[in-house]
């Protein structure tokens, strides 16, 4: 095992960004359903959901884009990881 296995598992990193680009897609499919649930308030209660209820969605909306921002930077990060511990595991000579 050389000196790069012990400090960084490839496998068990890769698994780790796959799941965070994975919940980056879950997030995705929340905010279609959220969307969906807008036009079902909208429809079924014309005259009776206020401004607060678009705000309250609006908000929402804008906390799971921030959190899939949080998970997408995540993965590229790990990603970004493993690259630059195989650069310097085959430029170090060891």
């Known amino acids: 095992m050389n000196i790069l296995e012990k400090i960084f598992n490839f496998v068990h990193m890769t698994g780790i960004g796959n799941k965070?680009?994975?919940?980056a897609g879950d997030i995705d499919e929340a905010a279609?359903?959220?969307?969906?649930l807008e036009q079902h308030i909208n429809a079924?209660?014309?005259?009776?959901?206020?401004?607060?209820v678009a705000d309250i969605i609006k908000t929402l909306h804008e906390h799971m884009m921030l959190l899939k921002s949080c998970h997408t930077g995540a993965a590229q990060f790990v990603e970004y990881t493993g690259k630059e511990m195989r650069n310097?595991?085959?430029t170090s000579g060891r």
């Open 20 to 23: 965070y680009k994975s919940c």
């Open 32 to 36: 279609k359903k959220l969307e969906q």
């Open 44 to 52: 079924n209660y014309v005259g009776q959901a206020n401004a607060v």
């Open 88 to 90: 310097w595991d085959e």
